[in-house]
């Protein structure tokens, strides 16, 4: 990463919010095309795998291109960011991505910020959040070691595949999951749910973690 700070916080805070954008978007023209589910279900997630191949590839060389506090905090705790970067690239998420939730809503005249009232909660929800999380940091940091060129496309590959495989659609991302409790739409969650969701979030990102430096570690000598 070559660019100075102002420069990296202004990348998190766009592609967060051009991914959320996207997100809420296309479940609000999903759901405005077509009352079938599985169809509005499709129209939401090719455009989020979509977007993110793009926002990788553009925004990656500037700031890593993390778009999400869960992968933030992996960094932190691999000490490739120090604590007070990664605090600030938190904040520039999620003020990036509840300002997308709002740009969403403008582009279909829709009110600016609205709570969500999609009931998403239980321990099905929450083991769903920790496992799409899971692999979305799994598939990060090992392809990281083996595939760095590779990034952009198995990362939306992945979020593509985990939102049919989840029973939460694969929010996986604590700013994404905070933008969308300000949205009644199809991709919405109640802010009530939101804490939990994070939480999942976190602990699948830290799992994953310790999974990933233990398979990628080197075999002892006898």
Excluded at 46 to 62: E, K, S
Aim: aromatic share 8%.
């Amino acid at each position: 990463m070559h660019a100075d700070l102002n420069r990296r916080l202004v990348a998190e805070a766009l592609g967060t919010g051009l991914l959320v954008t996207t997100v809420v978007g296309s479940g609000i023209m999903a759901e405005r095309l077509t009352g079938d589910v599985a169809l509005a279900l499709l129209g939401n997630t090719l455009p989020t795998g979509a977007i993110l191949f793009v926002l990788i590839t553009l925004l990656g060389p500037i700031s890593g291109a993390h778009f999400n506090p869960a992968v933030t905090v992996v960094m932190g705790l691999q000490r490739v960011l120090p604590w007070r970067v990664a605090g600030l690239y938190v904040g520039a998420q999620i003020i990036g991505a509840v300002a997308g939730t709002a740009v969403a809503h403008l582009m279909f005249e829709a009110p600016v910020l609205v709570l969500g009232d999609q009931v998403r909660t239980g321990a099905a929800q929450w083991l769903s959040e920790g496992i799409a999380t899971f692999g979305l940091l799994l598939t990060i940091l090992i392809g990281v070691r083996h595939k760095p060129a590779a990034i952009p496309a198995l990362v939306a590959c992945y979020i593509v595949a985990a939102y049919w495989f989840t029973a939460s659609t694969s929010f996986a991302n604590p700013a994404v999951a905070i933008a969308r409790a300000f949205t009644d739409s199809f991709s919405g969650i109640r802010p009530i749910d939101v804490p939990a969701f994070v939480a999942a979030q976190l602990a699948g990102a830290i799992l994953a973690l310790a999974v990933s430096q233990w398979l990628l570690s080197k075999e002892r000598t006898a």
